[in-house]
């Protein structure tokens, strides 16, 4: 039997692992059910586990042919601090969490990836890191278990690295979708609190009001990217949270906000990041007031190895044919921090639908929304995709393929 048809029978044990975590989602690095769920799905395999000192992550490391390369596979684990509109059997139970990206998926695909080159040991031309994650959903767990030496888990640095990633909307269900390049989008936070003088509504002139300068600062921000960066290197700023006054006919001493600053090269992140505070100081400085600026690089452009992603296209182009791949013309606004990974070894990151049959992709409710929905069915060839890109890449290494 292949991989397919091996993954194919871990179906019904696969969705076990993926609703008992979707019952109880844990959000950011602490993650105690979700690893200990996932210590108790790799028990009795012939794993050398070690688990993380500065947040709950689980890695793996199988042992294959001695002598070999190694070849890092991640699945991240954390989930979302929103409220599930969804009524499925296994619906959240916390009441205010849910796996609203899908992560539960990619843990239970992971684990079908662990048993399935278990059973398999013997094709394995090295060994295979497994890459549990907790706080991808903006606490940069990729950047805590890099530093705790996952890339090293095997004794030596990894070869290459693959992550998949589900979506509830968007991708017809099991097709898998990357491009070569820039795939999502760097991810930063610019905080900023203008300092003035309070004062009464009816007297301006005897205060120095920072919510003009602040509303200056956000409309020159958004007129900053669009006039200072090329459209086909674009930067994307959004601000999120605004926050000023207590009474309207009160001028506070303070006024701030926060933004998110997406961009898709490392050039245009530098660029930004400079621009976007010389900015605020600007305007600061032209009506009078003093400001706090704290700009935060949080993630670089998650960028896939062009040699890497043809790997990865022609190996779901040979196991499950040609129809179930598709080159994405644009990247994503998202953000990822496997972009860690892919920045210290070449590698891949692949999108993978998981829209219900009966539900139009265009329709349906995406990521993050409280109405996403994902569906098992994906859960095996996910799975059957990691193991074969593990058992190819390092069988190319041994052989000392380009």
């Not at 200072?228 to 001493?253: E, H, M, Q, S, W």
């Not at 499950?320 to 994503?332: H, I, K, S, T, V």
């Not at 109405?371 to 193991?387: E, R």
Request: aromatic share 4%; net charge negative.
């Amino acid at each position: 039997m292949g991989l397919v048809d091996d993954a194919s029978e871990l179906s019904d044990e696969l969705a076990r692992v993926r609703r008992d975590l979707h019952r109880r989602p844990e959000v950011g690095l602490e993650l105690p059910h979700t690893q200990e769920r996932v210590l108790a799905a790799l028990d009795g395999l012939p794993l050398e586990i070690e688990t993380g000192d500065s947040l709950s992550s689980v890695t793996a490391v199988l042992r294959g042919n001695p002598g070999g390369a190694a070849v890092l596979l991640r699945g991240d684990m954390d989930a979302l601090p929103v409220a599930e509109r969804v009524n499925v059997p296994y619906a959240s139970q916390t009441g205010d969490t849910m796996h609203a990206c899908g992560h539960d998926l990619h843990v239970a695909m992971l684990v079908g990836a662990a048993r399935l080159l278990c059973e398999h040991r013997d094709k394995l031309s090295g060994d295979v890191v497994f890459m549990f994650q907790p706080g991808e959903e903006g606490w940069d767990g990729a950047g805590h278990m890099l530093a705790e030496g996952v890339l090293d888990a095997a004794g030596r640095r990894a070869a290459a690295g693959y992550g998949l990633h589900v979506t509830s909307a968007a991708i017809p269900q099991g097709v898998f979708a990357s491009r070569t390049g820039a795939m999502l989008a760097a991810s930063d936070r610019l905080d900023v609190t203008v300092r003035g003088a309070g004062g009464h509504g009816a007297s301006p002139h005897r205060a120095k009001d920072p919510v003009p300068a602040l509303a200056e600062m956000i409309t020159g921000l958004q007129t900053m990217v669009t006039r200072t960066f090329d459209v086909f290197d674009p930067v994307v700023l959004t601000v999120g949270v605004v926050r000023a006054g207590t009474r309207r006919n009160i001028i506070p001493d303070t006024a701030s906000f926060e933004a998110t600053v997406r961009s898709f090269s490392g050039a245009a992140q530098a660029r930004v990041t400079d621009a976007a505070v010389t900015l605020v100081r600007s305007v600061a400085a032209a009506h009078g007031l003093e400001v706090d600026v704290e700009y935060h690089n949080e993630y670089p452009v998650t960028a896939t190895d062009p040699a890497e992603t043809d790997f990865l296209a022609d190996t779901v182009a040979e196991v499950f044919g040609e129809q179930r791949f598709q080159r994405m013309a644009n990247p994503l606004t998202g953000s990822e921090d496997f972009s860690r990974v892919l920045d210290a070894i070449p590698g891949s990151f692949a999108m993978l639908g998981a829209v219900p049959r009966d539900v139009d992709p265009a329709q349906a409710a995406y990521n993050h929304s409280p109405w996403a929905t994902f569906d098992d069915a994906v859960l095996p060839d996910g799975a059957a995709l990691l193991a074969e890109l593990a058992i190819r890449r390092l069988a190319r290494e041994a052989v000392g393929a380009p």
